[in-house]
């Protein structure tokens, strides 16, 4: 069956991150090795780029590139930083597309390589990274933020979808794709503290700028196609063109990945996602969609929101088949472990389907009713442990009959998928809801009122139910958190030494230590799950905001239909109220916004809308709990601005902070304080919830 994707633009990938004018896959670092027919790796670019700042330090302007589909040729300018660039608009032909390539230069094995799951990648990287570099940013990539709790470090990875053993063992690794690779390096690269990566101002921009043209080089077309009709295929229709995501490089491909890329596997939707979660973070928010579009349709097209029956085969499963001595695919059983990576990789598009419907005010993508029957992710440290022995229990088949299935609503630990996912579940019933009302012909207008607030009195029961959750979850595990501190803090094991007897003393002083470690731990572990309960009681009262509440902060100013005098905004006013004091809270224990950076904002932003309308309309009388909450959500911005730095929250604090010099009188007048309105509405004016609105992508 042919997968494509109509009407998706090719993305462009050289604004992701900056590289150094004239250096791509060349220059200091030497060129790819050729191939048998003289041909290399190489981006088809010509120099001409200009600076950029520290971020993004260069982007080469790239005039025509000649490709196997066709000219491309670049007219669209933009501006980043300040600095003027050129953004390709891609104009495809129909021309030949290019044979596969030779498979390239098999490598030798060496004791040098730590980890053999970069074997298939390893040639490609030579002339990039140092090899010993590129094992410590494997590495790095499953690096936690806890010891006692599995939790990424990077701001990119949201949660971990693989498991580290799978990668990270000597004998039989995981089976990768080498754009999944090329990817995992890549989004380590741009937090890793390596050396190499800081020798120099442009080091960590040029090597971060390599790794994404390799990524997107070795990731093959958007245009899954048999293997037959892809090596008869002569060329591309303008369709497949539009539903190819770069196809426009010449580049090798090992034997067995015709196949593999030709169908889609698991590996496929793993890399559209890492590159949909960086793109997400820039400020070419829009561009994100085209990846993330990607992932959710290979998702659907591979069925991942369905369980697999048992001996299921690698083309139904989407899994990159065991290659013998021969090269030939090896019919394996599926594993509970490639079950489980498929559950976590649709469970995890499913939580951003949401997320990013909230974020671009977009419909969508992934009902409910394609995961019905879809086991929950186990849990984070059973995951990475490896620990499936549940499933050489008698009763293993039993047991999955009774394990949770389908999309959750109640608070269910401190991993993304225990406190995050059941918010975005319900998140996805407020935005159909809030879709359905402001359809032009089955809409509020058309329909008695009474029927949405019957709909929305469901979803207030849902998130009443997971209030409850959470506070069930924090007797039953935070209760005793005082004392584990009070033990940590009083615990000094240099207290042993005053025994009168000097082994004895040696004795108590290890055991005094071990104890210690293990209540450190354990404090650790009561940390993250404390983090988990105030990010979600925050989630929680914004999502309250949205359902009785406006989303659009403009028609929130104007309050065109006297919105302000009903008995919803009370409700909501007192859940932004109790937004900001958990807010508060986050900033108690995780003061820099570490832990869930890349999701927290735009629940920050519309949690605070209503404190602004508060703020402008009240003036100098404001009560002083609004003053402090805007105070609050005012600092929250700007530690979520250090952490991962946005547009819209450097705009939305302005925002804020004209608005509290306003209430405390710090205009000069009443001419000042209009033009301070003015800005105000201008700049929010950018982000628009209403009609043809889409949110934060303001491209």
């Known amino acids: 069956m042919d997968f494509a994707f109509p009407n998706l633009a090719i993305p ?22 050729s191939f048998a027919n003289g ?71 060496s004791d040098d390589i730590r980890y053999p799951v970069l074997k298939p990648i390893i040639p490609y990287l030579k002339n990039i990274i140092p090899l010993p570099l590129a094992f410590d940013l494997l590495e790095h990539y499953f690096s936690t933020s806890s010891t006692s709790y599995p939790h990424p470090r990077s701001p990119y990875i949201i949660t971990f979808i693989f498991g580290k053993r799978a990668f990270l063992r000597p004998q039989r690794p995981r089976s990768c794709s080498m754009a999944l690779l090329a990817s995992m390096l890549w989004i380590a690269a741009r937090t890793s503290d390596a050396k190499y990566l800081s020798a120099s101002p442009s080091s960590r921009g040029r090597v971060c700028q390599k790794l994404l043209e390799l990524t997107v080089k070795l ?18 229709s303008a369709g497949d063109v539009a539903g190819a995501a770069m196809a426009d490089v010449e580049e090798p491909v090992d034997h067995e990945g015709v196949e593999r890329s030709a169908n889609g596997t698991l590996d496929d939707v793993a890399t559209y996602i890492h590159l949909g979660v960086v793109v997400s973070a820039s400020e070419y928010k829009g561009a994100s969609l085209r990846w993330w579009n990607a992932a959710w349709g290979l998702a659907r097209e591979l069925k991942l929101g369905r369980e697999l029956a048992p001996n299921s085969s690698a083309s139904v499963r989407g899994l990159r088949p065991d290659l013998g001595d021969d090269g030939q695919s090896i019919a394996q059983p599926v594993t509970e472990e490639e079950r489980e990576e498929r559950r976590r990789i649709w ?117 009443e139910n997971f209030e409850e959750s ?55 572990a009561h940390m993250q799950q404390k983090k988990a309960l105030v990010y979600a009681t925050h989630i929680m009262h914004v999502l309250h905001i949205l359902l009785t509440g406006r989303w659009d902060p403009i028609a929130l100013l104007d309050d065109a239909d006297l919105w302000i005098y009903s008995q919803s905004f009370v409700t909501a006013t007192g859940h932004a109220v109790a937004a900001a004091e958990a807010c508060g809270a986050i900033l108690t224990h995780d003061p820099d916004i570490s832990f869930m950076p890349f999701l927290y904002g735009i629940y920050l932003l519309q949690g605070s809308f209503l404190l602004l309308l508060m703020a402008d309309k009240l003036g100098r009388g404001a009560a002083p709990d609004v003053i ?42 009443e001419a000042d304080a209009g033009v301070e309105e003015a800005r105000r509405r201008e700049v929010l004016s950018l982000y628009r919830w209403t009609g043809d609105g889409t949110g934060l992508n303001t491209e």
Request: charge should be negative; aromatic fraction near 8%.
């Open 12 to 33: 462009d990938v050289h604004f992701i991150h900056g590289a150094e004018p004239g250096v791509f896959f060349g220059g200091e670092y030497g060129a790819l090795p």
């Open 39 to 109: 041909s290399a790796l190489s981006t088809g670019l010509t120099p001409g780029g200009m600076p950029w700042d520290e971020r993004m330090f260069a982007m080469n302007t790239p005039s025509v590139q000649s490709t196997g589909l066709g000219a491309v040729t670049d007219d669209v300018a933009m501006q980043v930083d300040g600095a003027q660039i050129h953004r390709p608009q891609r104009t495809l032909s129909n021309s030949a597309a290019p044979p596969p390539q030779p498979h390239p230069p098999a490598i030798q094995p």
């Open 219 to 236: 990731l093959r077309p958007l245009v899954h196609r048999p293997p037959q009709q892809l090596n008869a295929a002569a060329g591309l």
């Open 347 to 463: 469970w995890l598009l499913f939580s951003m389907d949401r997320h990013l419907s909230l974020c671009y005010n977009k419909p969508i993508c992934l009902p409910d009713r394609e995961c019905e029957t879809l086991l929950q992710p186990m849990d984070e440290r059973s995951w990475q442990n490896n620990d499936f022995d549940f499933v050489l229990a008698p009763d293993a088949a039993q047991h999955q009959q009774h394990q949770a299935h389908g999309p959750p609503v109640v608070f269910n630990g401190p991993s993304l998928f225990g406190y995050f996912l059941p918010l975005m579940a319900i998140l996805g019933e407020i935005i159909d809801l809030n879709h359905a009302r402001s359809h032009p012909r089955f809409g509020s207008a058309f329909i008695n009122a009474g029927l949405w607030d019957e709909q929305a009195r469901i979803i207030n029961l849902r998130l």
């Open 470 to 524: 959470v506070r069930t979850y924090e007797a039953q595990h935070l209760s005793d958190l005082g004392v584990i501190s009070a033990n940590v803090s009083s615990s000094d094991p240099s207290q042993a030494t005053s025994r009168t007897s000097f082994s004895s003393a040696t004795t108590d002083a290890q055991q005094q230590q071990q104890q210690q470690q293990q209540q450190q731990l354990a404090f650790e």
């Open 628 to 669: 402090r909450a805007c105070e609050t959500v005012v600092r929250a911005h700007e530690a979520c601005a250090v952490t991962l730095n946005t547009e819209y929250q450097r705009n939305f604090r302005k925002v804020m902070r004209s608005a509290l010099g306003q209430v405390r009188g710090q205009c000069g007048g």
